[in-house]
């Protein structure tokens, strides 16, 4: 059976757009000048993105626009406006403020839910669905099975990246960038980190650790199509016109040969994967997570000889929309250009025709003329034509006659895309809470001797502990019991204690909680989620206690933090990109302030331990070295298969009290990580001294960062 499948070509200029509608394009994603996640892309200024939304829809594909990137509280405006007016047929987005905001302001344009909302299953894709969102694009990270899923399960598109370069981390993730050298993966400036050499426990001579090679699935189009995917996304919109017609048209080929001939017939030559092959050379390729959840054959340990596009001139020919024209030509009549297109019907009407004086024009001259529509969108698919004998026609009439009809056509296309907003709604948002007295501290710990310490604490009204603690990856409970002693001495001393859930939720976590969710429920006040998906999985299963969300579920403008607090959120979690000035506009009075920690700064499927010795399916730490011997550790969480690689020092915005108090926040949060019982209890310390009892902190032999509370991110 045919499937509708759509070949999705990047294009980061205009030149690149009509580089992949060319090669065979159904529809391309483009970046304006704002709000993007490739800002380093030549990207289309507000002027050539209207004309490309034309050019593209008189050629009959589609055109979406990335608005996929955090949107800070002042950057909302108009900035679509033209371009929904235009016609544009949807807008990839991230942040779920920009997802709330178009939904009401621009309704009838479609909402993609980008790959860097970081959604793994059918769980967030349901949900999605339901508040309008018509097409997801998935983790890159999924396997063929939880693509499948979500499309079983929903009613939504599903757009997969099919070719080109993998992220190391979960799109979304990612802070590695922005807290090494202030460029956001999150506002699209990210700066490759991943593709540097690290060394591995100082053990090793550095190597490419983290640095993936691309993806290439063409031999794969069977089994992608029948999982379910309806979009074949190509990556690329920083890459060469060259590199997009060649990749395209090879999607192109063997998606049109699958539907033409089925899985028995389908069949990729050798020549064509050479020309994939060669049509970008930098790390060699991989067929990505789809079959596999990590593993080294996905890895460039190496650093290649050279990285170079190479020129492709296969694309001949041109894109051009079929017609049917019915030209009618009759004596001492005006001469009549009849055009069908889908839903059009249109006619103009030329000089009187004549008698032929001499030689009368032929059939074969008329329609030869007829047909040089040269670079117009137009051929004539059935040009059938009426004349009466012996006429004459001059050759100027007869173009100037299929030039009035095409333009004309051409018009009445565009007006089909055309769309007025309705007058501008204005977005209530939810009563913020008063704040609390910075009296007291949330801490998050990952090591029972963290939770000792932070349970006998008088200045502590919160503890979040990661819940594997709570059960070993072979499903032993040994530490369960010191942990419930340590419970009950926090509670003694006033403390809610709460249990931090997976990073990242897929098989592994929904598994996990399948078996331990009730009893977490009953030795737990309630649970710090990670994102959507863990929100909507404790609402699904009835659970009665409170629950907060983190800095990863990112709300950096007020549209967002209204999505999150309707979802139910006791309080939420204040982004750790924007500065001081930003968090003031935004308002953190019904936020969590992290002042204290070692900021994740990518989660990744990836496996460092099993990349460069073996998985030993146990949580451990190891070091990864930069080139300035900045040492990130990593942990190894074996309960859900992933790896936290933290930042090289802690956050510490002990001396911004006066900032801090200016905020008001919700609550402070102190996050400990690899800290030993004596350090986390000089950091109790130090923090109790400066906020409770007004004290001043030396902090001057401590290695540590401001982050982003004084910079912000662009």
């Not at 503890?463 to 499903?475: A, F, K, Q, V």
């Not at 598994?511 to 959507?532: C, M, P, V, W």
């Not at 863990?534 to 800095?551: H, M, V």
């Given at each position: 059976?045919?499937?509708?499948?759509?070949?999705?070509?990047?294009?980061?200029?205009?030149?690149?757009?009509?580089?992949?509608?060319?090669?065979?394009?159904?529809?391309?994603?483009?970046?304006?000048?704002?709000?993007?996640?490739?800002?380093?892309?030549?990207?289309?200024?507000?002027?050539?993105?209207?004309?490309?939304?034309?050019?593209?829809?008189?050629?009959?594909?589609?055109?979406?626009?990335?608005?996929?990137?955090?949107?800070?509280?002042?950057?909302?405006?108009?900035?679509?406006?033209?371009?929904?007016?235009?016609?544009?047929?949807?807008?990839?987005?991230?942040?779920?403020?920009?997802?709330?905001?178009?939904?009401?302001?621009?309704?009838?344009?479609?909402?993609?839910?980008?790959?860097?909302?970081?959604?793994?299953?059918?769980?967030?894709?349901?949900?999605?669905?339901?508040?309008?969102?018509?097409?997801?694009?998935?983790?890159?990270?999924?396997?063929?099975?939880?693509?499948?899923?979500?499309?079983?399960?929903?009613?939504?598109?599903?757009?997969?990246?099919?070719?080109?370069?993998?992220?190391?981390?979960?799109?979304?993730?990612?802070?590695?960038?922005?807290?090494?050298?202030?460029?956001?993966?999150?506002?699209?400036?990210?700066?490759?980190?991943?593709?540097?050499?690290?060394?591995?426990?100082?053990?090793?001579?550095?190597?490419?650790?983290?640095?993936?090679?691309?993806?290439?699935?063409?031999?794969?189009?069977?089994?992608?199509?029948?999982?379910?995917?309806?979009?074949?996304?190509?990556?690329?919109?920083?890459?060469?016109?060259?590199?997009?017609?060649?990749?395209?048209?090879?999607?192109?080929?063997?998606?049109?040969l699958y539907n033409k001939k089925g899985r028995k017939g389908f069949h990729v030559s050798k020549d064509d994967i050479d020309i994939l092959m060669q049509a970008y050379k930098r790390r060699g390729y991989c067929d990505g997570y789809y079959y596999r959840h990590n593993g080294k054959e996905m890895i460039s340990f190496g650093r290649p000889i050279n990285e170079s596009d190479t020129q492709w001139d296969g694309v001949e020919g041109k894109v051009q929309e079929q017609i049917k024209g019915n030209l009618v030509l009759v004596a001492e009549s005006n001469?009549?250009?009849?055009?069908?297109?889908?839903?059009?019907?249109?006619?103009?009407?030329?000089?009187?025709?004549?008698?032929?004086?001499?030689?009368?024009?032929?059939?074969?001259?008329?329609?030869?003329?007829?047909?040089?529509?040269?670079?117009?969108?137009?051929?004539?698919?059935?040009?059938?034509?009426?004349?009466?004998?012996?006429?004459?026609?001059?050759?100027?009439?007869?173009?100037?006659?299929?030039?009035?009809?095409?333009?004309?056509?051409?018009?009445?296309?565009?007006?089909?895309?055309?769309?007025?907003?309705?007058?501008?709604?204005?977005?209530?948002?939810?009563?913020?809470?008063?704040?609390?007295?910075?009296?007291?501290?949330?801490?998050?710990?990952?090591?029972?001797?963290?939770?000792?310490?932070?349970?006998?604490?008088?200045?502590?009204?919160?503890?979040?502990?990661?819940?594997?603690?709570?059960?070993?990856?072979?499903?032993?409970?040994?530490?369960?019991?010191?942990?419930?002693?340590?419970?009950?001495?926090?509670?003694?001393?006033?403390?809610?204690?709460?249990?931090?859930?997976?990073?990242?939720?897929?098989?592994?976590?929904?598994?996990?909680?399948?078996?331990?969710?009730?009893?977490?429920?009953?030795?737990?006040?309630?649970?710090?989620?990670?994102?959507?998906?863990?929100?909507?999985?404790?609402?699904?299963?009835?659970?009665?206690?409170?629950?907060?969300?983190?800095?990863?579920?990112?709300?950096?403008?007020?549209?967002?933090?209204?999505?999150?607090?309707?979802?139910?959120?006791?309080?939420?979690?204040?982004?750790?990109?924007?500065?001081?000035?930003?968090?003031?506009?935004?308002?953190?009075?019904?936020?969590?302030?992290?002042?204290?920690?070692?900021?994740?700064?990518?989660?990744?499927?990836?496996?460092?331990?099993?990349?460069?010795?073996?998985?030993?399916?146990?949580?451990?730490?190891?070091?990864?070295?930069?080139?300035?011997?900045?040492?990130?550790?990593?942990?190894?969480?074996?309960?859900?298969?992933?790896?936290?690689?933290?930042?090289?020092?802690?956050?510490?915005?002990?001396?911004?009290?006066?900032?801090?108090?200016?905020?008001?926040?919700?609550?402070?949060?102190?996050?400990?990580?690899?800290?030993?019982?004596?350090?986390?209890?000089?950091?109790?310390?130090?923090?109790?001294?400066?906020?409770?009892?007004?004290?001043?902190?030396?902090?001057?032999?401590?290695?540590?960062?401001?982050?982003?509370?004084?910079?912000?991110?662009?």
């Amino acid at each position: 059976m045919k499937r509708n499948i759509e070949v999705l070509a990047p294009a980061g200029s205009y030149e690149t757009l009509k580089a992949a509608i060319e090669s065979g394009a159904d529809a391309v994603y483009v970046g304006g000048s704002r709000f993007g996640a490739r800002a380093f892309a030549q990207n289309f200024m507000e002027e050539e993105l209207l004309d490309a939304i034309d050019y593209v829809h008189l050629r009959g594909k589609k055109i979406l626009l990335t608005v996929n990137t955090l949107i800070k509280e002042k950057e909302f405006e108009d900035y679509l406006l033209p371009y929904y007016e235009r016609g544009l047929d949807a807008v990839i987005v991230q942040d779920m403020g920009v997802l709330t905001y178009v939904k009401k302001q621009f309704p009838e344009m479609d909402v993609h839910a980008s790959t860097q909302m970081t959604i793994t299953n059918a769980v967030s894709a349901e949900y999605l669905e339901l508040i309008g969102v018509s097409r997801v694009v998935p983790a890159r990270e999924l396997s063929l099975n939880e693509v499948n899923e979500i499309a079983r399960k929903t009613n939504l598109e599903s757009e997969c990246f099919v070719h080109g370069a993998l992220c190391y981390c979960y799109s979304g993730q990612c802070l590695m960038s922005s807290m090494i050298g202030g460029r956001s993966g999150n506002r699209g400036q990210c700066a490759q980190p991943c593709r540097l050499p690290y060394k591995v426990d100082d053990t090793r001579q550095p190597i490419d650790i983290m640095s993936l090679k691309d993806l290439c699935t063409i031999e794969h189009i069977p089994d992608l199509i029948e999982a379910g995917i309806t979009s074949f996304k190509i990556e690329g919109r920083m890459k060469q016109p060259s590199y997009v017609a060649a990749v395209t048209s090879m999607y192109r080929k063997y998606v049109d040969l699958y539907n033409k001939k089925g899985r028995k017939g389908f069949h990729v030559s050798k020549d064509d994967i050479d020309i994939l092959m060669q049509a970008y050379k930098r790390r060699g390729y991989c067929d990505g997570y789809y079959y596999r959840h990590n593993g080294k054959e996905m890895i460039s340990f190496g650093r290649p000889i050279n990285e170079s596009d190479t020129q492709w001139d296969g694309v001949e020919g041109k894109v051009q929309e079929q017609i049917k024209g019915n030209l009618v030509l009759v004596a001492e009549s005006n001469a009549a250009l009849f055009i069908e297109y889908k839903d059009i019907n249109l006619e103009v009407f030329g000089d009187v025709v004549d008698y032929a004086k001499k030689q009368p024009m032929t059939d074969e001259r008329i329609r030869k003329q007829m047909n040089k529509t040269g670079n117009t969108p137009f051929k004539f698919e059935v040009l059938d034509i009426f004349m009466s004998d012996d006429i004459f026609v001059p050759v100027q009439t007869l173009n100037e006659l299929r030039r009035e009809g095409l333009l004309l056509l051409e018009e009445r296309i565009k007006e089909t895309f055309r769309r007025t907003r309705p007058d501008k709604i204005s977005i209530e948002t939810r009563e913020e809470y008063s704040g609390n007295p910075l009296n007291k501290f949330a801490v998050s710990i990952e090591t029972v001797d963290q939770l000792k310490v932070c349970a006998s604490s008088k200045n502590i009204n919160i503890i979040y502990i990661e819940d594997y603690l709570c059960y070993s990856t072979n499903g032993s409970t040994n530490e369960l019991n010191d942990i419930k002693k340590y419970i009950n001495t926090a509670r003694d001393n006033g403390i809610a204690v709460y249990f931090s859930m997976a990073r990242i939720f897929r098989d592994e976590a929904i598994s996990f909680y399948e078996r331990h969710l009730k009893q977490l429920e009953e030795i737990f006040d309630g649970a710090l989620t990670r994102n959507l998906e863990e929100i909507l999985y404790l609402k699904n299963k009835g659970f009665t206690k409170p629950f907060i969300s983190d800095s990863s579920a990112y709300q950096w403008n007020r549209n967002a933090k209204q999505f999150w607090n309707i979802i139910g959120t006791q309080c939420t979690t204040a982004p750790v990109e924007l500065n001081y000035h930003e968090l003031k506009e935004l308002g953190t009075e019904n936020m969590e302030l992290i002042v204290y920690g070692y900021l994740p700064v990518m989660v990744t499927a990836g496996c460092i331990q099993k990349n460069t010795s073996k998985c030993t399916k146990t949580n451990s730490m190891l070091i990864l070295s930069d080139r300035y011997q900045k040492k990130f550790f990593v942990k190894n969480i074996c309960n859900y298969c992933y790896n936290v690689i933290y930042n090289v020092a802690p956050l510490m915005l002990v001396d911004q009290k006066d900032e801090i108090t200016a905020l008001n926040p919700y609550r402070m949060r102190l996050q400990f990580t690899k800290e030993n019982a004596i350090k986390t209890q000089k950091i109790l310390e130090i923090y109790s001294d400066v906020f409770i009892h007004g004290k001043d902190a030396d902090i001057s032999d401590m290695e540590f960062t401001r982050g982003h509370f004084k910079r912000g991110v662009k």
